[in-house]
Protein backbone atom coordinates (compact mmCIF):
# COMPACT_ATOMS: atom_id res chain seq x y z
CA UNK A 1 0.00 0.00 0.00
CA UNK A 2 2.90 2.08 0.47
CA UNK A 3 4.29 1.78 -2.56
CA UNK A 4 0.61 2.92 -3.90
CA UNK A 5 0.57 6.04 -2.07
CA UNK A 6 4.68 6.54 -2.83
CA UNK A 7 4.22 6.44 -6.59
CA UNK A 8 2.59 9.71 -6.75
CA UNK A 9 -0.62 8.88 -8.20
CA UNK A 10 -2.76 10.67 -5.51
CA UNK A 11 -0.27 14.09 -6.29
CA UNK A 12 -1.57 13.12 -10.17
CA UNK A 13 -5.14 12.26 -9.04
CA UNK A 14 -5.71 15.87 -6.49
CA UNK A 15 -4.06 17.90 -9.29
CA UNK A 16 -6.81 16.45 -12.10
CA UNK A 17 -4.19 15.07 -14.31
CA UNK A 18 -4.74 11.16 -13.93
CA UNK A 19 -6.19 9.65 -16.53
CA UNK A 20 -9.81 8.12 -15.46
CA UNK A 21 -8.49 4.37 -15.51
CA UNK A 22 -6.45 5.91 -12.73
CA UNK A 23 -8.90 7.66 -11.14
CA UNK A 24 -11.22 4.91 -11.28
CA UNK A 25 -8.38 2.37 -9.03
CA UNK A 26 -7.53 5.29 -7.10
CA UNK A 27 -11.62 5.41 -6.06
CA UNK A 28 -11.35 1.86 -4.97
CA UNK A 29 -8.41 1.77 -3.54
CA UNK A 30 -9.81 4.94 -1.24
CA UNK A 31 -12.67 3.21 -0.60
CA UNK A 32 -10.80 -0.36 0.34
CA UNK A 33 -7.94 1.15 2.30
CA UNK A 34 -8.59 4.04 5.17
CA UNK A 35 -4.91 4.99 4.23
CA UNK A 36 -5.04 5.90 0.70
CA UNK A 37 -8.13 8.14 1.92
CA UNK A 38 -5.81 9.61 4.61
CA UNK A 39 -3.52 10.88 1.95
CA UNK A 40 -5.93 11.93 -0.40
CA UNK A 41 -7.31 14.35 2.33
CA UNK A 42 -3.70 15.62 3.16
CA UNK A 43 -3.12 16.08 -0.12
CA UNK A 44 -5.93 18.23 -0.75
CA UNK A 45 -5.10 19.94 2.25
CA UNK A 46 -2.59 20.84 0.79
CA UNK A 47 -3.65 21.91 -2.12
CA UNK A 48 -6.26 24.00 -0.19
CA UNK A 49 -3.54 25.82 1.35
CA UNK A 50 -1.25 26.46 -1.45
CA UNK A 51 -4.62 27.94 -3.34
CA UNK A 52 -4.89 30.09 -0.30
CA UNK A 53 -1.46 31.57 -0.17
CA UNK A 54 -2.30 33.67 -3.25
CA UNK A 55 -6.17 33.70 -2.79
CA UNK A 56 -7.34 37.18 -4.05
CA UNK A 57 -10.63 38.22 -2.79
CA UNK A 58 -13.23 38.94 -5.92
CA UNK A 59 -14.64 41.86 -6.65
CA UNK A 60 -17.84 43.40 -5.24
CA UNK A 61 -20.93 42.00 -6.86
CA UNK A 62 -19.31 39.30 -8.37
CA UNK A 63 -21.76 36.81 -7.07
CA UNK A 64 -24.43 38.83 -8.32
CA UNK A 65 -23.11 38.65 -11.62
CA UNK A 66 -23.09 35.03 -11.66
CA UNK A 67 -26.39 34.30 -10.24
CA UNK A 68 -27.67 36.44 -13.03
CA UNK A 69 -25.77 34.77 -15.48
CA UNK A 70 -26.36 30.95 -14.04
CA UNK A 71 -30.11 32.46 -14.48
CA UNK A 72 -29.78 33.61 -17.90
CA UNK A 73 -28.63 29.94 -18.77
CA UNK A 74 -30.70 27.99 -17.30
CA UNK A 75 -33.60 30.57 -18.90
CA UNK A 76 -32.79 29.99 -22.21
CA UNK A 77 -31.80 26.21 -21.83
CA UNK A 78 -28.23 26.66 -22.95
CA UNK A 79 -25.53 24.60 -22.29
CA UNK A 80 -22.61 26.28 -21.63
CA UNK A 81 -19.90 26.70 -24.22
CA UNK A 82 -15.97 25.94 -24.24
CA UNK A 83 -14.85 29.14 -23.08
CA UNK A 84 -11.92 31.53 -24.64
CA UNK A 85 -11.47 34.95 -23.21
CA UNK A 86 -8.52 37.20 -24.18
CA UNK A 87 -7.84 41.23 -22.74
CA UNK A 88 -8.99 42.67 -26.21
CA UNK A 89 -12.21 40.20 -26.07
CA UNK A 90 -12.81 40.93 -22.44
CA UNK A 91 -13.21 45.11 -23.24
CA UNK A 92 -15.59 44.31 -26.68
CA UNK A 93 -17.42 42.57 -24.80
CA UNK A 94 -17.55 44.78 -21.76
CA UNK A 95 -19.24 47.50 -24.22
CA UNK A 96 -21.21 45.16 -26.44
CA UNK A 97 -25.05 46.34 -26.22
CA UNK A 98 -27.03 43.90 -23.81
CA UNK A 99 -29.20 41.23 -25.99
CA UNK A 100 -33.03 42.32 -26.92
CA UNK A 101 -33.85 39.56 -24.70
CA UNK A 102 -32.47 42.12 -21.28
CA UNK A 103 -35.04 43.87 -22.04
CA UNK A 104 -38.14 42.23 -21.27
CA UNK A 105 -38.98 40.83 -17.93
CA UNK A 106 -38.01 37.52 -17.28
CA UNK A 107 -40.48 35.14 -15.18
CA UNK A 108 -38.74 32.17 -13.08
CA UNK A 109 -41.28 29.30 -13.23
CA UNK A 110 -39.34 27.35 -10.63
CA UNK A 111 -39.51 30.00 -8.27
CA UNK A 112 -41.80 32.17 -5.95
CA UNK A 113 -40.09 35.42 -7.62
CA UNK A 114 -40.07 37.88 -10.63
CA UNK A 115 -37.19 39.01 -12.24
CA UNK A 116 -37.84 43.01 -13.40
CA UNK A 117 -35.41 45.06 -15.64
CA UNK A 118 -34.12 47.87 -13.13
CA UNK A 119 -35.59 50.76 -15.23
CA UNK A 120 -38.88 49.57 -13.56
CA UNK A 121 -37.47 50.73 -10.31
CA UNK A 122 -38.21 54.69 -11.38
CA UNK A 123 -41.84 53.48 -12.58
CA UNK A 124 -42.45 52.30 -9.28
CA UNK A 125 -41.13 55.30 -7.50
CA UNK A 126 -43.41 57.69 -9.64
CA UNK A 127 -46.85 55.33 -9.20
CA UNK A 128 -45.82 54.91 -5.15
CA UNK A 129 -44.97 58.70 -5.33
CA UNK A 130 -48.90 60.10 -7.73
CA UNK A 131 -50.51 57.69 -5.56
CA UNK A 132 -49.58 59.45 -1.72
CA UNK A 133 -50.42 62.94 -3.73
CA UNK A 134 -53.48 61.55 -5.10
CA UNK A 135 -54.30 60.23 -1.77
CA UNK A 136 -53.56 63.71 0.08
CA UNK A 137 -55.63 65.51 -2.69
CA UNK A 138 -58.71 62.87 -1.79
CA UNK A 139 -57.99 63.46 1.63
CA UNK A 140 -57.95 67.49 1.00
CA UNK A 141 -61.14 67.32 -1.10
CA UNK A 142 -63.19 64.84 1.37
CA UNK A 143 -62.87 67.86 4.50
CA UNK A 144 -63.91 70.45 1.99
CA UNK A 145 -66.49 69.05 0.81
CA UNK A 146 -67.78 67.78 4.11
CA UNK A 147 -66.64 71.84 5.65
CA UNK A 148 -68.81 73.20 2.54
CA UNK A 149 -71.83 70.56 3.73
CA UNK A 150 -71.99 71.64 7.08
CA UNK A 151 -71.52 75.33 6.10
CA UNK A 152 -74.56 74.38 4.18
CA UNK A 153 -76.88 72.49 6.89
CA UNK A 154 -76.14 75.85 8.78
CA UNK A 155 -77.14 78.28 6.38
CA UNK A 156 -80.36 76.16 5.48
CA UNK A 157 -81.42 76.12 9.56
CA UNK A 158 -80.84 80.10 9.71
CA UNK A 159 -82.94 80.51 6.97
CA UNK A 160 -85.53 78.20 7.87
CA UNK A 161 -85.35 80.33 11.26
CA UNK A 162 -85.45 83.37 9.30
CA UNK A 163 -88.82 82.75 7.60
CA UNK A 164 -90.25 81.12 10.96
CA UNK A 165 -90.27 84.58 12.47
CA UNK B 1 -32.87 28.21 -10.88
CA UNK B 2 -33.99 26.14 -7.53
CA UNK B 3 -33.22 27.90 -4.10
CA UNK B 4 -31.06 25.08 -2.63
CA UNK B 5 -28.83 24.76 -5.72
CA UNK B 6 -28.72 28.77 -5.58
CA UNK B 7 -27.50 28.08 -1.80
CA UNK B 8 -25.09 25.40 -2.73
CA UNK B 9 -23.44 27.43 -5.39
CA UNK B 10 -23.35 30.25 -3.20
CA UNK B 11 -21.97 28.27 0.01
CA UNK B 12 -19.10 26.95 -2.46
CA UNK B 13 -18.56 30.91 -4.00
CA UNK B 14 -18.17 32.08 -0.34
CA UNK B 15 -15.32 29.40 0.83
CA UNK B 16 -13.73 28.71 -2.19
CA UNK B 17 -13.76 31.93 -4.71
CA UNK B 18 -11.18 33.87 -3.78
CA UNK B 19 -8.96 31.06 -3.54
CA UNK B 20 -9.74 29.67 -6.72
CA UNK B 21 -9.56 33.74 -8.01
CA UNK B 22 -6.14 33.26 -6.96
CA UNK B 23 -4.84 30.20 -8.64
CA UNK B 24 -6.52 31.23 -11.72
CA UNK B 25 -5.13 34.55 -11.51
CA UNK B 26 -1.78 33.41 -11.33
CA UNK B 27 -2.27 31.38 -14.51
CA UNK B 28 -3.55 33.63 -16.58
CA UNK B 29 -2.01 36.72 -14.95
CA UNK B 30 -4.47 38.96 -15.76
CA UNK B 31 -7.50 39.85 -13.10
CA UNK B 32 -10.09 40.66 -15.61
CA UNK B 33 -9.47 37.55 -17.75
CA UNK B 34 -9.28 35.55 -14.55
CA UNK B 35 -12.40 36.89 -13.05
CA UNK B 36 -14.49 35.69 -16.17
CA UNK B 37 -13.00 32.33 -15.95
CA UNK B 38 -13.66 32.31 -12.05
CA UNK B 39 -17.97 33.53 -13.65
CA UNK B 40 -17.21 30.62 -16.08
CA UNK B 41 -16.46 28.12 -13.56
CA UNK B 42 -19.32 29.00 -11.09
CA UNK B 43 -21.84 29.27 -14.04
CA UNK B 44 -20.73 25.32 -14.30
CA UNK B 45 -21.98 24.04 -10.77
CA UNK B 46 -25.22 24.31 -10.83
CA UNK B 47 -24.54 21.35 -13.21
CA UNK B 48 -22.20 19.37 -11.33
CA UNK B 49 -23.45 19.49 -8.10
CA UNK B 50 -23.91 15.87 -7.90
CA UNK B 51 -20.50 15.15 -9.52
CA UNK B 52 -19.45 17.56 -6.58
CA UNK B 53 -20.83 14.28 -3.63
CA UNK B 54 -20.05 11.85 -5.70
CA UNK B 55 -16.52 12.56 -7.23
CA UNK B 56 -14.70 11.54 -4.14
CA UNK B 57 -12.29 14.61 -3.90
CA UNK B 58 -12.74 17.37 -1.89
CA UNK B 59 -15.06 20.54 -3.27
CA UNK B 60 -12.08 22.75 -3.92
CA UNK B 61 -10.23 20.23 -6.01
CA UNK B 62 -13.60 19.38 -8.01
CA UNK B 63 -13.89 23.58 -8.84
CA UNK B 64 -9.93 23.53 -9.19
CA UNK B 65 -9.92 21.06 -11.14
CA UNK B 66 -13.21 22.79 -13.42
CA UNK B 67 -11.29 25.74 -13.89
CA UNK B 68 -7.71 23.43 -15.06
CA UNK B 69 -10.31 21.83 -17.86
CA UNK B 70 -11.70 26.12 -18.68
CA UNK B 71 -8.78 27.31 -18.82
CA UNK B 72 -6.96 24.41 -21.22
CA UNK B 73 -8.88 26.68 -23.80
CA UNK B 74 -6.88 30.13 -22.32
CA UNK B 75 -3.52 27.98 -23.85
CA UNK B 76 -5.32 27.54 -27.24
CA UNK B 77 -6.06 31.13 -27.44
CA UNK B 78 -2.08 31.76 -27.13
CA UNK B 79 -2.11 32.27 -30.81
CA UNK B 80 1.77 32.28 -31.76
CA UNK B 81 5.61 30.97 -30.32
CA UNK B 82 5.72 34.64 -29.23
CA UNK B 83 2.55 34.59 -26.83
CA UNK B 84 3.75 31.36 -25.10
CA UNK B 85 7.29 32.08 -24.64
CA UNK B 86 6.29 34.87 -22.99
CA UNK B 87 3.94 33.06 -20.78
CA UNK B 88 6.11 30.50 -20.04
CA UNK B 89 8.45 32.98 -18.64
CA UNK B 90 6.16 34.14 -16.42
CA UNK B 91 7.08 34.41 -12.52
CA UNK B 92 5.25 31.62 -11.27
CA UNK B 93 8.29 31.95 -8.88
CA UNK B 94 6.93 34.14 -6.76
CA UNK B 95 5.25 31.21 -5.06
CA UNK B 96 7.77 30.44 -1.98
CA UNK B 97 6.96 27.02 -2.38
CA UNK B 98 7.48 26.53 -5.50
CA UNK B 99 11.37 28.49 -5.06
CA UNK B 100 12.08 25.34 -2.58
CA UNK B 101 12.22 23.15 -5.27
CA UNK B 102 14.55 21.88 -8.18
CA UNK B 103 14.31 23.33 -11.38
CA UNK B 104 13.31 20.24 -12.77
CA UNK B 105 11.02 20.36 -10.04
CA UNK B 106 9.99 23.44 -10.65
CA UNK B 107 9.08 22.56 -14.32
CA UNK B 108 7.13 19.43 -13.33
CA UNK B 109 5.02 21.42 -10.74
CA UNK B 110 4.39 24.24 -12.25
CA UNK B 111 3.61 22.24 -16.12
CA UNK B 112 0.99 20.37 -14.10
CA UNK B 113 -0.01 23.14 -11.61
CA UNK B 114 -0.38 26.06 -14.03
CA UNK B 115 -0.10 24.51 -17.71
CA UNK B 116 -2.73 22.14 -16.81
CA UNK B 117 -0.44 19.38 -18.78
CA UNK B 118 -0.62 15.72 -18.51
CA UNK B 119 1.88 13.50 -16.60
CA UNK B 120 2.56 11.77 -19.93
CA UNK B 121 2.39 14.84 -22.18
CA UNK B 122 5.33 16.27 -19.47
CA UNK B 123 7.00 12.65 -19.72
CA UNK B 124 7.19 12.73 -23.44
CA UNK B 125 8.30 16.66 -23.47
CA UNK B 126 10.74 15.88 -20.95
CA UNK B 127 11.70 12.39 -22.03
CA UNK B 128 11.39 10.64 -18.77
CA UNK B 129 8.78 8.35 -17.83
CA UNK B 130 5.39 8.80 -16.67
CA UNK B 131 6.43 7.10 -13.36
CA UNK B 132 9.26 9.79 -12.90
CA UNK B 133 6.88 12.53 -13.24
CA UNK B 134 4.76 11.38 -10.60
CA UNK B 135 7.69 10.57 -8.22
CA UNK B 136 8.45 14.56 -8.87
CA UNK B 137 5.35 15.38 -8.33
CA UNK B 138 5.02 13.71 -4.56
CA UNK B 139 8.64 15.12 -4.10
CA UNK B 140 6.68 19.02 -4.72
CA UNK B 141 4.36 17.95 -2.50
CA UNK B 142 6.92 16.79 -0.14
CA UNK B 143 8.57 19.86 -0.24
CA UNK B 144 5.90 22.27 0.02
CA UNK B 145 4.44 20.47 3.47
CA UNK B 146 8.20 20.59 4.76
CA UNK B 147 8.24 24.12 3.53
CA UNK B 148 5.27 24.74 5.81
CA UNK B 149 5.73 22.68 8.70
CA UNK B 150 9.01 24.29 8.99
CA UNK B 151 7.25 27.93 8.72
CA UNK B 152 5.24 26.71 11.86
CA UNK B 153 7.68 25.48 13.57
CA UNK B 154 9.66 28.84 13.35
Same mark, same amino acid.
Given at each position: ??????????????????????????????????????????????????????? $????????? !? &?????????? #? *? /????????????????????????????????????????????? $????????? !? &?????????? #? *? /????????????????????? | ??????????????????????????????????????????????????????????????????????????????????????????????????????????????????????????????????????????????????????????
Amino acid at each position: MKEYIDSGILEVFVMGAATDEEARELMYMKAKYPEVDEALKQLETDMEKIAGEMA $ISPPPHMWE !K &IEDEIDDLIR #L *E /NPAQPVKFRTSGYDQNKHKKAPPEDQFIPIESESNHMRLHKSWRW $IFAAVFVLG !K &IFLGFAIYFY #L *E /NRQTRQQLQELKTEIRELKKR | MGQSKSAAVLNLYNSYSAKLLGYIYEVVQNKPIAEQYLSAVFNDVPNELEEFSKSGTSAFCRLQIMAREKLVHFFESLENDTDKRAWENLPWVNNRYVTLMTSFQQQVFCDIHYQCKSAGSIAIELSKTEEEIRKTLKECFTIIRNGRNNERVH
